[in-house]
């Protein structure tokens, strides 16, 4: 049996059960072998039982002192016994388990793990997992399960797998034996069922390692891909000419970033960089001054982004720099009037193009399209990068002439991590704050303030302000009756407090039409007060806004508090972020002390990243990577510098990796990287 062999090849795995793998993602022998525990329940530190309280999960050791008789009804069963460790004795049920309940026998010792209930002086424990004392196996996974795919079940599998399947190691021996690495298969075996912490921690970094090598590795293959093709090999230009036109004075991270990016657009080979600066860094005239550098040498600039509103924002704040100087901006959504728009681009009428996805329809061609530029890069998927990108593309195809790529983040990521995120850009990092920019005081309060906020809101607003109040959820939700919603939220304001106030509702379930009248309502100031989702997390810049309150901001990750926060702030007046939490949670303690403390945005990502872990801070899309399996960029900072430093001499040594030694690592970057056409891996 092989890795790439069907599911189905496995005893016990029939049609039906196959169909439940697949919704998990689980296809081959070889995706089941990879998928990793979540989490393991480590039953060698068990608490005494009389040290338990209820509500209380925990592992606790005792014996079976007596089985009760069962009830059993034609709709359901239950078992009870009792359990003792000589200083207190449970209760425990068990629920339609009769197999769980014959398991266990009366005189013999087990660990048991669930959540206590009952009372302090009758506690009990309902349908615990178990495993018996003497055990040597005491880390037992925790899988993401799906109906019909018990625990049991899903181990049974797995164990099947390893003692059936051929596994083929696609690292060297050499490189093992270098960095002291456990073979693939003992990896597996090893974070599937490990023996001690010290087995799950060998394998785990095993895993982790090969993960972050091929990560490494396919990012420097894309980056030697883009550097080998051929651009608009642009010249010097008098930059001094838009920069005496503003009437501000540039930072100094806003003039070397215009420097970093010019020396890229002057090589010859496309420019592919991150630009990463904070909430009102000053990244769009960054942009404006790249955009004036290519249309004086006779190239068009495209700007995307994620929304109408950032596009039409972004097109009238490049049109107050670059119109000056006889530059034209157009914009492209997917409510504009398209035909006098595209022949415009196609004729190079239209220098500058600020648009949405609408940019990457086919009906859309570019006279002369030199720099692409993408902001909010992690809203969109590498793929509609590239296809805009192509739209510029000309030669022959061995011999490509592709335009110089800019994208943007607001979201800043960790310097240790930037590299290993964006494999594929250089980085050029804002880190200097326009001058003049008043700090926003924030504030953490629990919902007893509310009445005193709606005061505070109701004097700004008497002194011709405004501002937002933002809601987790859309709508009342059945299971989460305690967290706001804007629908609900905005009806009550309009009757009680500010009945006699303008206020408008935003949120993403709405048609684009609505949503740019609202939000055309809210940036002229026809709408006082805002009630929203976090569809204003990027884009919306009302000067007069000063206020934001952020109901239930233990449901936001720390990243994008930080990003509602900046929708404030823009203006000359002291803006305020109030955080209301009624969540004692130490987890949510942190979080709100950690944003009244700073406004520094990659504070707030180190501590985003140690709290809530990659996979939540850079979302579902990974900034259109591919998914980690295992790896933590978090918790494995040495790992991540390690193949960083391996992944550069390997390459070195074997530009595509076609050596034999390294034909695994090749199976495993082409793997990862499965749209090869996109990554240029073939």
């Known amino acids: 049996m092989h890795e790439s062999d069907s599911i189905t090849r496995l005893k016990g795995v029939g049609e039906k059960r196959a169909k439940t793998l697949e919704s998990l993602g689980i296809f081959t022998v070889g995706d089941l072998l990879r998928f990793f525990p979540r989490d393991y329940t480590d039953y060698s530190l068990p608490t005494p039982m009389n040290e338990l309280l209820p509500e209380d999960t925990a592992v606790f050791r005792g014996t079976v002192m007596k089985k009760l008789r069962p009830y059993i009804s034609p709709r359901y069963s239950i078992f ?12 425990i049920t ?75 190691d696609p690292l060297p021996d050499g490189l093992r034996e270098k960095y002291g690495l456990c073979g693939y298969k003992e990896a597996l075996g090893g974070v599937h069922f490990p023996d001690s912490h010290e087995t799950l921690e060998n394998s785990r970094r095993r895993l982790a390692f090969e993960e972050l090598l091929t990560l490494q590795l396919g990012l420097r293959l894309m980056k030697s891909r883009d550097r080998k093709a051929a651009s608009f090999a642009l010249t010097d230009v008098d930059m001094n000419a838009f920069f005496s036109g503003l009437s501000f004075r540039p930072t100094g991270a806003q003039l070397r970033s215009v420097n970093e990016c010019i020396s890229d657009m002057k090589s010859g080979a496309p420019m592919n960089r991150l630009l990463q600066g904070d909430v009102g860094s000053g990244k769009t005239l960054v942009a404006a001054a790249l955009c004036y550098f290519a249309v004086r040498n006779g190239c068009q600039s495209a700007l995307m982004a994620p929304t109408e509103i950032l596009a039409k924002q972004h097109a009238d704040t490049l049109a107050s720099f670059l119109e000056p100087h006889g530059i034209t901006v157009a914009l492209l959504t997917g409510s504009t009037v398209k035909k006098p728009v595209y022949s415009a681009i196609e004729s190079g009428e239209a220098q500058v193009v600020v648009g949405t996805h609408a940019l990457i329809q086919s009906a859309v061609a570019f006279h002369r399209l030199g720099l692409v530029i993408t902001d909010e890069q992690h809203r969109f998927g590498v793929r509609q990068r590239t296809v805009l990108t192509a739209k510029g593309s000309s030669g022959a195809a061995e011999h490509p002439t592709v335009p110089h790529q800019l994208v943007m983040s607001a979201t800043p990521i960790p310097r240790t991590l930037a590299f290993a995120i964006y494999g594929d850009l250089d980085v050029s990092v804002l880190d200097e704050m ?78 684009q039409a609505e949503k740019d009248r609202v939000m055309a309502g809210f940036k002229n100031g026809e709408i006082k007060l805002l009630v929203a989702t976090t569809v204003i997390e990027v884009g919306i810049d009302v000067p007069n806004a000063v206020i934001i309150v952020i109901e239930n901001a233990e449901q936001f990750g720390l990243s994008q508090l930080h990003q509602l926060r900046g929708r404030v702030g823009r203006g000359s007046e002291q803006s305020h972020c109030i955080l209301i ?23 707030i990502a180190n501590e985003d990243l140690k709290l809530r872990g990659p996979g939540n801070f850079f979302g579902a899309q990974q900034h259109g990577l591919p998914t980690l399996r295992i790896a933590d960029m978090a918790a494995d900072t040495v790992l991540v510098h390690e ?40």
């Open 80 to 91: 009870k016994l009792t359990v003792s460790d000589g200083t207190d004795t449970f209760l």
């Open 94 to 168: 068990f629920f339609n388990s009769k197999y769980s309940f014959d398991s266990l026998e009366e005189g013999q010792e087990y660990c048991f793990f669930g959540r206590i209930k009952g009372t302090a002086l009758a506690k009990e424990c309902g349908s615990p997992s178990f495993i018996r004392a003497n055990d040597p196996n005491v880390l037992v996974p925790k899988y993401h399960l799906t109906e019909g795919i018990s625990a049991n079940i899903m181990s049974n599998c797995v164990r099947n797998a390893l003692s059936l399947c051929s596994i083929y």
């Open 434 to 511: 326009p001058k003049g920019r008043i700090p926003i005081k924030t504030y953490g309060v629990d919902s007893g303030y509310r009445e005193r906020i709606f005061r505070f809101i109701l004097k700004y607003i008497a002194n011709g302000f405004q501002a937002y109040i933002v809601c987790p959820f859309v709508e009342k939700s059945e299971t989460m009756t305690d967290k706001a919603s804007a629908e609900e939220y905005y009806e009550s304001l309009k009757q009680t407090w500010f009945g006699d106030i303008p206020i408008g509702l935003l949120h993403g379930r709405m048609k």
């Open 581 to 603: 939490t009624d969540s004692k949670s130490e987890y949510t303690k942190a979080r709100i002390d950690t944003m009244v403390r700073t406004s520094d945005g990659f504070e």
């Open 643 to 682: 193949t960083s430093t391996l992944a550069e001499e390997i390459l070195a040594a074997d530009p595509k990796l076609t050596a034999q030694d390294n034909a695994g690592l090749r199976r495993l970057v082409q793997g990862l990287f499965r749209d090869r056409e996109t990554f240029g891996i073939n």
